[in-house]
């Protein structure tokens, strides 16, 4: 049986975010030493293993429960794990076309700037100016 600090220590998980994972039912509540400590088994070190890997590549917690539900259910189609990653793949994209465009606009105003004063420096002057702002609409956000 392994203990709350070792499955942390395992998988790069704080101990905290374990216990807020059982309290959210990513993660079954664990079997318990007569002292009341938390014990876990192999199968539960997989599953936060899982979950961990899978908010490295950005899965909300609701996508998570998706995929893990399937995953308990092997017989059930992959096409909703498919389905779910294709969502994940899509918001990956969009941020990196913001990101994209934020690249852009930082590089504007760093070759417009001529490296005098302050008073004239042209990153100053477009951050002061909210005409130029980029908007939610744009997809860059306030």
Do not use: W
Not at 1 to 26: C, H, P, W
Not at 74 to 95: F, G, H, N
Not at 100 to 129: H, K, P, T
Request: hydrophobic share 35%; net charge negative.
């Amino acid at each position: 049986m392994l203990t709350i600090g070792y499955l942390a220590k395992k998988t790069g998980t704080k101990v905290q975010t374990i216990r807020y994972y059982e309290q959210i039912g990513l993660m079954p509540e664990p079997g318990r030493t007569d002292g009341g400590q938390r014990r876990y088994g192999n199968a539960e070190l997989d599953r936060l293993s899982f979950i961990r890997h899978a908010r490295q590549l950005g899965f909300s917690l609701d996508a998570i429960r998706e995929l893990l539900d399937l995953s308990d259910h092997p017989a059930r189609s992959c096409e909703e794990a498919d389905a779910i990653a294709r969502r994940q793949l899509k918001q990956v994209e969009q941020r990196m076309a913001r990101l994209e465009v934020l690249r852009l606009e930082l590089e504007r105003m760093i070759e417009e700037c001529s490296g005098g004063r302050a008073a004239d420096c042209r990153v100053l002057e477009v951050l002061r100016d909210h005409s130029e702002c980029l908007t939610d609409h744009e997809g860059i956000g306030t």
